[in-house]
């Protein structure tokens, strides 16, 4: 990260306007937050005594603090929590006092010199790098991406990502599907879905958002008797026959239907990554995009030597928290604006898992596990 950092300021990174900005805000908030710190080691418990909403108030009301709030306040609209949403009267003036806060505090620990202890110029050096790498790391994201040569160069030499042999043989049971063999039969001969082939490829009832999209949009698609094309999942190649759609429950209830499918897995199956399984495609295409990455980064740190002591403190009490946020976020966040909320991920769906002879579980159906 450091060294991603002295790349950016030789590249002029820190002089852009909108990072300028940051950083500042960055600087304020580490050595105000050092101050406070101290002074609660020094006995001051209570937040008032050490910034006062009068020396708040004095603050704000000096000449040229109104542009630093108003641009504190526009970084806070575009990357604070509601991104976007436009800031109320009320958190407004909240902000302001925590803003002012913060300012106050950053203005006193430089009076007493705790900018310049160690533990304190080691916080600053990491919070600013932390910015101005992750800056330079947007800039530098279109040099990570991987074209389809350099995609297909890897699949050459990885075969067990080669999904050709798996496309022809489930083209070739397409063809003989839809020339009117059995599917139930050619399910039982040839699918490699261990949950579903002993059956013919007998799925059951099913309803949307129980399968993954691929295959939830082939079966729903079809009319009852048909068989669809090749469609791609995570897991390999399938097609699917629709036998007969109804209505769930009572009339006018959520549709279901009723499908066989014949799976020919790919060769490398998914990893296990704690994401979303991956197409042998796209593993091949993460796999060149972090070897990519990780080439650039080591040419960085090689004309970027960092060293940091080994006896140099940090004190990750004073770094601004929540991760991926700007400083702007951080000030709000860390002085409890009301009115404003921290994100929350989001609780998606997972995507469906693998089939397993143990489990009995029927292909590309959504798994809560």
Do not use: C
Request: no cysteine.
């Amino acid at each position: 990260m450091l060294a991603v950092a002295e790349e950016a300021k030789a590249k002029g990174l820190a002089a852009r306007p909108d990072l300028a900005l940051q950083l500042e805000l960055s600087r304020a908030f580490v050595i105000a937050q050092a101050y406070f710190k101290k002074r609660k080691e020094e006995g001051a418990s209570d937040p008032a005594q050490v910034v006062t909403k009068a020396e708040i108030d004095a603050y704000v009301k000096e000449p040229g603090q109104d542009k630093q709030f108003e641009a504190f306040v526009e970084d806070y609209r575009k990357n604070g929590p509601g991104k976007g949403v436009p800031v109320t009267v009320e958190q407004r003036a909240e902000l302001q006092q925590h803003w002012g806060r913060v300012m106050v505090g950053r203005r006193k620990g430089v009076a007493v010199g705790i900018h310049r202890e160690r533990k304190t110029e080691l916080v600053l050096m990491l919070q600013q790098a932390r910015l101005l790498a992750g800056a330079y790391s947007k800039e530098l994201s279109p040099l990570f991406k991987a074209t389809e040569a350099e995609v297909g160069a890897y699949i050459s030499s990885h075969p067990e990502f080669d999904t050709r042999e798996s496309r022809a043989k489930i083209e070739g049971l397409l063809k003989r599907a839809r020339a009117g063999e059995d599917f139930a039969a050619l399910a039982r001969e040839f699918s490699t879905d261990p949950g579903s082939r002993e059956s013919g490829g007998d799925l059951g009832w099913f309803g949307r958002g129980t399968m993954v999209k691929p295959f939830e949009d082939a079966a729903f698609a079809l009319k009852a008797g048909e068989v669809s094309e090749v469609f791609e999942s995570p897991f390999g190649f399938h097609i699917v026959k629709l036998e007969e759609r109804r209505a769930q429950g009572q009339a006018g209830g959520a549709e279901q239907v009723h499908a066989r499918h014949i799976l020919i897995r790919f060769n490398a199956q998914p990893r296990k990554t704690g994401g979303p399984p991956q197409t042998p495609h796209d593993e091949a295409q993460s796999a060149v995009e972090a070897g990519k990455r990780g080439r650039i980064l080591d040419e960085i740190v090689a004309r970027r030597r960092v060293v940091i002591p080994d006896d140099y403190p940090v004190d990750v009490s004073i770094v601004a928290p929540v991760k991926g946020n700007t400083p702007a976020n951080s000030v709000g966040a860390s002085a409890g604006a009301t009115g404003t909320s921290k994100p929350t991920a989001s609780k998606a769906k997972l995507p469906a898992r693998a089939p397993s002879a143990k489990s009995k579980r029927k292909p590309a159906r959504r798994s809560n596990d």
